[in-house]
C-alpha cells in the first residue's frame, strides 16, 4: 500500500503550489495601496475606533518590517499641532469625516477617502475644523522614531506647549505611543 506521501508528494517540496506569500510593501506606491487596502476594510478598523474629548485618540493597528499603521480619531477642533516626522515617510488617508492640513502652501481640505503622501521633513499640521468627528489612518516608514514640533505657520494657530522629541516621550512602544 501506498502512504499519502508517496501518492501525494512530499509538501515540504511542492512550495510552488502554495499561494504567494504576500509581500510587505518596499515602495511609497506600496505604502499607499496598503493604506488603501486597511480603508477599505472597514469592518476591521470601525470597531476599534473610539472617540475622546481630551485628546486625539489612537492606536497601532499594525506594524510590518520597517513600517507601522496607526488609526486615528479626532473630535471637532481636535489638532496635531505643527509638526514633521523625523526621518519617516508616510501616507495619511481620511476614513470618515474631514480634516484640514495647513502647510507651508495653505489649508487643505481633506474629505473621507483623500489621501496625503510625504517624504522625510514634510511639516504640517492637521486639525478637525468639521463640526463631525473624523477617522484617519497614517502609515509611516520607516515606524516613527521622532515627531518634532514646530512653530505654527498659520497666523490664527494657537501656541501651543512644545513636546519633549517623540523618542523621549515612547522609549517603549506601546498601544499608548502617540502617532501624528
Known amino acids: 500500500m501506498n502512504s ?4 501525494a508528494g512530499d509538501p515540504l517540496a511542492i512550495p510552488h503550489l502554495l499561494p504567494p506569500v504576500p509581500a510587505h510593501p518596499t515602495t511609497v506606491a506600496g505604502f499607499a495601496g496598503l493604506a488603501r487596502a486597511i480603508a477599505a476594510d472597514r469592518a476591521a ?15 497601532r493597528l499594525r506594524t510590518g518590517p520597517g513600517y507601522e499603521v496607526w ?3 479626532w473630535v471637532p477642533g481636535q489638532g496635531s ?5 523625523g526621518p519617516s515617510s508616510g501616507v495619511l488617508t481620511v476614513l470618515e469625516g474631514e480634516l484640514t492640513e495647513h502647510t507651508a502652501g495653505g489649508p487643505h481640505t481633506l474629505a ?4 496625503r ?16 468627528p473624523a477617522v484617519s ?24 506647549a512644545p513636546l519633549a ?16
Open 112 to 115: 473621507a477617502g483623500a489621501q
Open 45 to 59: 478598523w470601525a470597531p476599534l475606533v473610539r472617540y475622546d474629548a481630551t485628546t486625539r485618540w489612537y492606536h
Open 117 to 132: 503622501v510625504f517624504a522625510p521633513g514634510y511639516a504640517h499640521e492637521v486639525v478637525n475644523d468639521a463640526l463631525a
Open 165 to 180: 522629541p517623540y523618542s523621549a516621550r515612547c522609549a517603549a512602544p506601546s498601544e499608548e505611543t502617540a502617532a501624528h
Open 137 to 160: 489612518l497614517h502609515v509611516y516608514f520607516p515606524g516613527l522614531t521622532e515627531m518634532p514640533m514646530l512653530a505654527p505657520s498659520h497666523p490664527d494657530a494657537a501656541e501651543t
Open 4 to 7: 499519502d506521501v508517496q501518492i
Open 81 to 85: 499641532g505643527r509638526h514633521d516626522h
Open 71 to 73: 488609526l486615528l480619531s
